[in-house]
């Protein structure tokens, strides 16, 4: 089965600092596509990135950069010097190729906090 | 905006009352998906969708509840008789092709009360 751990419930932090978000998931598949995707205070949900199994170089965009590492199934998300705009809700999400092709599963999601 | 469209944004149904949310995808996909987030919770699926066809609806609860996505008109999540555990937010997704390739793309959600 396929499972997606958000260790950290919730992080607060000081505006400019820089915050890393777990996600640990598990998978049999050989194929699969790694998200995430962030839920402001309004309640969309606004995709991020996209991430295929096959590629593992880092993503940077902006202040968010991303590391994934199949090595220890994790794809875990950095924001650098972050902003209050930054607070929100985070969520990890996989989808398989052969197993649940058609449905994401998400993580419990990460609560990040910016403070003034 | 050509973005998911989701209707209503709100709704509050009391016990026993009927509950359609409607969900107009993205233009030029054609596959819908349903989540649940629960309150405090991450989204869990429900089901996905094509045009006249149900495609997977393992993550669907067995009685009362029941999707369509019509040849014309927006996809419809249908829950009968609803009770206080159906209250939740409601998101759909759609995509152009299939979900293993292409992102899922979200609406903003329908935030279901039941009294």
């Known amino acids: 089965a396929q499972k997606v751990t958000q260790a950290q419930t919730e992080i607060s932090v000081v505006e400019k600092e820089d915050v890393t978000l777990d996600c640990v998931y598990e998978?049999?598949?050989?194929?699969?596509?790694l998200f995430w995707y962030k839920q402001p205070p309004s309640g969309e949900l606004v995709f991020l990135i996209r991430?295929?199994?096959?590629?593992?170089q880092n993503e940077i965009s902006g202040r968010y950069s991303w590391n994934f590492q199949k090595s220890t199934s994790s794809f875990n998300f950095t924001i650098t010097a972050s902003q209050v705009v930054d607070s929100a809700v985070y969520f990890c999400?996989?989808?398989?190729?052969?197993?649940?092709?058609?449905?994401?599963?998400f993580g419990q999601g990460t609560r990040l906090t910016i403070n003034p | 905006n050509a973005g998911v469209m989701q209707n209503p944004r709100h709704l509050v149904r009391r016990r026993g009352q009927e509950a359609r949310l409607r969900c107009s995808p993205m233009?030029?996909?054609?596959?819908v998906y349903w989540y649940r987030q629960l309150p405090e919770e991450g989204l869990k699926f429900m089901v996905y969708?094509?045009?006249?066809?149900?495609?997977?609806e393992s993550g669907m609860p067995k009685e009362r509840f029941s999707a369509e996505f019509p040849k014309e008109g927006p996809s419809i999540l249908r829950i009968q008789q609803v009770v206080r555990g159906d209250s939740a937010a409601y998101f759909c997704?759609?995509?152009?092709?299939?979900?293993?390739?292409?992102?899922?793309?979200f609406g903003p959600g329908t935030r279901l009360t039941v009294l």
């Open positions: 997704a759609s995509s152009p092709r299939y979900a293993r390739t292409d992102t899922q793309y």
């Open positions: 998978t049999r598949d050989t194929t699969y596509y």
């Open positions: 991430r295929n199994s096959f590629d593992e």
């Open positions: 999400a996989l989808s398989g190729i052969i197993q649940g092709a058609q449905k994401l599963v």
């Open positions: 233009k030029g996909h054609s596959h």
């Open positions: 969708l094509q045009k006249e066809n149900i495609i997977d």
